[in-house]
T-cell receptor
């Protein structure tokens, strides 16, 4: 059974700092991995999707990497801003059912 | 981009009543829709997979007679929470998937259910 874990559970950084969020999964047979952002009481915003054949994806200040063999992904946020404060979730999709298995989330607070 | 809506965005109901939540794909046809539940400060847990025109597939531990899912068209899936209890209070989120979306699921904004 696929299990997805995110470390750290919570992170507080000063504005302008670069930071890395970690995601690990137990079954390397995945189709893709996605990173999402969730603001309090809101739905999900998709940030980046990495196909299993890809190593990384970039969007603006965000860069996500994928090492399928070791079951790890990282989300790098450059020059963090208070507006980046949210919960970040990673999710993996595997098998023929298109199911997404979500990680435990990292609550990020960027202090002005 | 693909847009998924949910209605209502929040609902309060009394214990023992039923409530229906709608999930619509607004600008694409969704062959598959998923329903998730999220308790406070927890991650999303998949409840069921809904394919248009067929019965939903429920995850282990999810009562199919309590959480009725109907996917009658390629743009609409509904989740009905029957005989709701306070422990059913949660944030319910749907997502929609199409084979044309390069494996990406598009998520609705969620529905906050409070059972009193």
């Amino acid at each position: 059974k696929q299990e997805v874990t995110q470390i750290p559970a919570a992170l507080s950084v000063p504005e302008g700092e670069n930071l890395v969020l970690n995601c690990s999964f137990t079954d390397s047979a995945i189709y893709n991995l996605q990173w999402f952002r969730q603001d309090p009481g809101k739905g999900l915003t998709s940030l980046l999707l990495i196909q299993s054949s890809q190593r990384e994806q970039t969007s603006g200040r965000l860069n996500a990497s994928l090492d399928k063999s070791s079951g790890r992904s990282t989300l790098y946020i450059a020059a963090s801003q208070p507006g980046d404060s949210a919960t970040y979730l990673c999710a993996v999709e595997g098998g023929a059912t298109n199911k997404l298995i979500f990680g435990t989330g990292t609550l990020l607070a960027v202090q002005p | 981009g693909a847009v998924v809506s949910q209605h209502p965005s929040w609902v309060i109901c009394k214990s023992g009543t039923s409530v229906k939540i709608e999930c619509r794909s607004l600008d694409f046809q969704a062959t598959t829709m998923f329903w998730y539940r999220q308790f406070p400060k927890q991650s999303l847990m998949l409840m069921a997979t809904s394919n248009e025109g067929s019965k939903a597939t429920y995850e282990q531990g999810v009562e199919k007679d309590k959480f009725l899912i109907n996917h009658a068209s390629l743009t609409l899936s509904t989740l009905t929470v029957t005989s709701a209890h306070p422990e059913d209070s949660s944030f319910y989120i749907c997502s929609a998937y199409t084979s044309e979306s390069s494996y990406e699921q598009y998520f609705g904004p969620g529905t906050r259910l409070t059972v009193t």
